[in-house]
């Protein structure tokens, strides 16, 4: 048995059953007071949380100075008449006076010795648990605890000193500028070392006392100059904020008290407000949200190159991926979904329920035992209650199983709650894009091959008259599906004008959505269904939170958000129709001032939301919905392109407007001379709103043909503009491409490029199709709004072949993989260079490579092939023509 101090171990057991139900009260008021500065400043909802991650610190010292003496009572012994009674201790030795008997008395309640024979027929009860004798072993146990996770922060610290030492300092001068710039900015009074470790897989602070920035290696060819300040800008943050300082409080108060939930979920939470802060920070400082929320998702996929260990005491610049989609979404000024924070209410009532219980079933009074005799007879026998499983008895239709889904479809089967197939469900994959649908067969079978260039795809099962499936994101090959559709889960009500009347033959729309994810962002899901004669509706949905929405011309419109639907719900909901917004807006020219007719606002998702602009730049649109819109800017007529018909951008460039709700949408240009401003505008409507004002600059025309070596047109061929040196596309996407016609002629009309220089390539097929000649390029051109360059010519090439093998360090072959070329001149577009793929043997034939030099490089790709592993990419000089054997590329 443990010789520890009694005392002191159960004091200490009492303690911390005491902080459960403390710790239950401060987690109450940190959700209650999350709810109330749920739309203020980060800042104070960060000072919350560690507020209250004190008062639980000092809950602990105060509580054990409080608890009395008397948990220690009397011992006591249990008589034969199944009774406890004291046992009478005797003075203190050296008070005895000699005539006492100092032997313990113990009331047996009779003077002779039964007999075995006849004693009477009770049993006499082992003494009940008494938590007392257990509080050693407690008490041991929980500093098993504090040492296992106090070793892991003394890990943590030892790390980070390893990565400073093999950190090497920034040396490039324009990084270098860039911290003194930053480091000026937000006020530090001393410049933090900022280095290039390969050891870290995101950018983090490190260091107690002397706090350091190790950005990762990959970071130095991947990322931009402009990129990296934006990072430099979130990390130095976190150093004058002191973040590194209170992550190791948090640290250290997680070890100490590591058995209670509620500090790590207001520790988690504390940790998200932290990074909130810094990126509202690097945003205030002018960058522009969707840029910085795109540089997040770069710095996670380089992450996921690098094998690193988890250093608990490091900040860091991305977090982790399950917090990530939400720092984009609040980045991209997107509220955090109710179901959310729902979840996190629901965790914190859920700990009490199961922390309350503990405390009333572990440290409850020790009842009294029961003479055998006295006791029912139920009581004696323990009693087991047989329960008899039987299989589900066979529906009367066998479902055929399907055939394995091939690596880029997606297979299922789709039934209703009694196990019969449905047939004619539609299964929609990408909701917003026409063409990848199909409808389940007659045993409820479906298969369909999305257009998905990362082996995934958003995914909607639907039928009228049953509540659809969603998911998010379905990989492709993989085990076949298996749906369940049923009519339990809807939103129904009744939809009235102002007056009160019905509303008849009305559309009601149920909005899910920001959905993000790995690379997609998908803004919104609908659902839709139509009210009756009586303005009655019924609307089948997936279990999530909607935002309902109704717009019916002449009579009003109506904008319920946060409506929260579980899982077979049925749920009411009346909706109300009010007065709608006149939104109007004034287009002017950028250079004249003047007002731009033809001006296009529209959206994709509602094509009954139209605006043109009239001869004096005038647009008017009723009956819009209050709150923010995001309207997309098009031009002249509609017209079809890659499948889609809508209005595109015709002679304008770019377009802004300082009365955008989102900061990129104002006019801002980079360091670099690039100008973005080429994506939706975002305005609040409200009631009696005034005009806005939208900017506009044309475009830069560039038209001529597409020519093979040889000389000759090429129809079909794929003309693109490529963000010179950063081996990217100027969009970050494959916007701005556009087909040659059968004489091999193609216009097309780009943002101008101002003080930045690009260059356009032709490849010869579609987006990822590949026919008889390799790219061409051109080489980087200065352009101003508004002008053309004609008989811009891009010639295609010989392509060239490299063949070689693919092997790990220890020289096995690996299948699978992608390998790549890239041009060494950097005139590239990631979108159109040449790739394939490694055979069962290692072996691959990567061909339509450009002539000259070339990059040839295995999977994962980066933005600069040479900033991959050594032994993953190897240089080659190619001429016309030619195939290039031999090569061999290592991956570890």
Not at 59 to 82: K, Q
Not at 202 to 215: D, E, F, H
Not at 476 to 496: H, P, R, S
């Amino acid at each position: 048995m443990l010789d520890w101090n009694q005392e002191f171990c159960v004091k200490l057991v009492l303690c911390f059953v005491h902080l459960l139900w403390q710790g239950l009260i401060i987690g109450a008021a940190f959700a209650i007071l999350m709810g109330v500065l749920r739309n203020r400043s980060p800042q104070s909802r960060h000072a919350c949380g560690l507020i209250c991650l004190l008062i639980f610190a000092l809950c602990v010292p105060v509580t054990y100075l409080t608890i009395s003496d008397t948990v220690f009572p009397a011992p006591e012994v249990l008589t034969a008449s199944g009774q406890t009674v004291p046992i009478v201790q005797p003075p203190a030795q050296e008070t005895l006076p000699l005539a006492i008997e100092t032997r313990p008395v113990i009331n047996t309640g009779t003077s002779e010795e039964l007999a075995p024979s006849e004693k009477p027929g009770l049993t006499v009860a082992k003494r009940p648990w008494d938590f007392r004798r257990a509080a050693p072993l407690l008490i041991a146990a929980y500093f098993v605890g504090v040492l296992f996770f106090a070793s892991r922060l003394a890990c943590g610290v030892y790390l980070s000193r390893v990565y400073r030492r093999l950190a090497t300092p920034v040396t490039q001068p324009e990084l270098i500028a860039s911290i003194e710039k930053v480091t000026r900015q937000i006020g530090l009074t001393l410049q933090p070392p900022v280095m290039w470790c390969q050891q870290v897989g995101v950018p983090s602070v490190v260091g107690i006392m002397r706090p350091a920035v190790l950005l990762p290696l990959a970071c130095l060819t991947q990322l931009k100059p402009e990129q990296l300040e934006q990072i430099l800008f979130h990390e130095l943050t976190h150093i004058r904020r002191y973040d590194h300082l209170f992550n190791l409080a948090q640290n250290t108060l997680e070890a100490v008290l590591f058995f209670h939930p509620v500090v790590w979920l207001i520790s988690k939470r504390v940790r998200l407000e932290r990074e909130f802060c810094c990126d509202a920070a690097v945003v205030a400082a002018g960058s522009h949200a969707d840029e910085y929320a795109n540089l997040l998702i770069d710095v996670a996929e380089i992450a996921k190159t690098v094998p690193t260990r988890v250093n608990p005491i490091a900040v860091s610049a991305t977090g982790r991926e399950s917090i990530l989609g939400i720092r984009i979404e609040r980045i991209m000024g997107f509220n955090r979904r109710p179901k959310d924070r729902l979840f996190e209410t629901g965790s914190l009532i859920t700990t009490a329920i199961v922390l309350g219980l503990f405390c009333l079933l572990a440290f409850q009074v020790p009842s009294i035992a029961e003479p055998a005799a006295d006791r029912p007879a139920s009581q004696e026998k323990n009693t087991v209650e047989k329960i008899a499983v039987t299989n589900a008895p066979k529906t009367e239709t066998e479902v055929e199983q399907p055939k394995p889904a091939a690596p880029d479809e997606i297979v299922g089967i789709v039934i209703d709650e009694a196990g019969k197939p449905i047939e004619g469900v539609l299964v929609d994959a990408w909701t917003w894009w026409k063409g990848t649908e199909t409808k389940t067969n007659k045993q409820g079978v479906f298969r369909l091959k999305p257009k998905s260039d990362g082996g995934r795809a958003e995914v909607r099962i639907s039928k009228p008259g049953y509540s659809p499936h969603y998911i998010f994101q379905q990989a492709c090959g993989g085990d076949i599906l298996t749906v369940m559709l049923n009519n339990k889960t809807y939103i129904e009500g009744q939809l009235f004008d102002p007056s009160g009347k019905p509303v008849p033959d009305a559309t009601v729309q149920g909005l899910q959505g920001p959905k993000q994810g790995n690379g997609v962002l998908i803004k919104e899901v609908k659902t839709a269904t139509m009210t009756d004669a009586a303005g009655r509706y019924r609307m089948y949905v997936f279990p999530d939170t909607y935002e309902m929405r109704v717009s019916v011309p002449g009579v009003g419109v109506a904008r319920v958000p946060n409506i929260v639907v579980d899982k077979n719900q049925a749920k009411s909901l009346d909706l109300q129709l009010k007065q709608g917004v006149r939104f109007e807006a004034r287009v002017i020219d950028a250079d004249t001032g003047k007002p731009v007719e033809q001006v296009v606002l529209w959206s994709w998702q509602n094509r009954s939301v139209f605006g043109k602009s009239d001869a004096d730049g005038r647009i008017v649109i009723e009956g819009m919905l209050p709150g923010e819109y995001s309207f997309q800017v098009g031009y002249g007529k509609s017209q079809k392109i890659n499948g889609v018909t809508g209005y595109f951008h015709g002679i304008l460039g770019r377009w802004w407007s300082s009365d955008a709700v989102k900061e990129w949408q104002h006019k801002t240009i980079q360091q670099n001379g690039w100008q973005r401003n080429f994506d939706d505008l975002t305005f609040d409507l409200s009631i009696g709103m005034a005009p806005v004002t939208i900017v506009v600059e044309k475009g830069v025309e560039f038209s001529g043909k597409v020519l093979d070596p040889d000389g000759n047109p090429v129809a079909g061929a794929t003309v693109a503009p490529a963000k010179s040196g950063s081996g990217n596309s100027l969009t970050g996407d494959t916007r701005y491409s556009v087909t040659t016609k059968d004489d091999g002629s193609y216009r097309v009309v780009m943002p101008a490029g101002n003080r930045f220089e690009y260059n356009l390539i032709a490849h010869d097929g579609k987006y990822q199709q590949w026919r008889n000649w390799a790219n061409g390029v051109s080489q980087p051109v200065h352009s101003s709004p508004n002008e053309k360059f004609d008989h811009f010519n891009l010639t295609l090439t010989r392509p060239c072949t490299v063949k070689g093998r693919v092997v790990s360090a220890s020289g096995r072959s690996v299948k699978g993989l992608r390998v790549g070329a890239q041009a060494a001149d950097l005139l590239v577009n990631r979108y159109y260079d040449p790739t394939t793929k490694t055979n069962a043997d290692g072996i691959f034939e990567l061909k339509f490579i450009r002539p000259g030099e070339n990059y040839i490089r295995v999977e994962p790709f980066h933005f600069i092939a040479t900033s991959g592993l050594p032994g993953t990419w190897e240089k080659v000089n190619l001429k016309s023509g030619e195939t290039y054997e031999d090569i061999e590329l290592v991956i570890e």
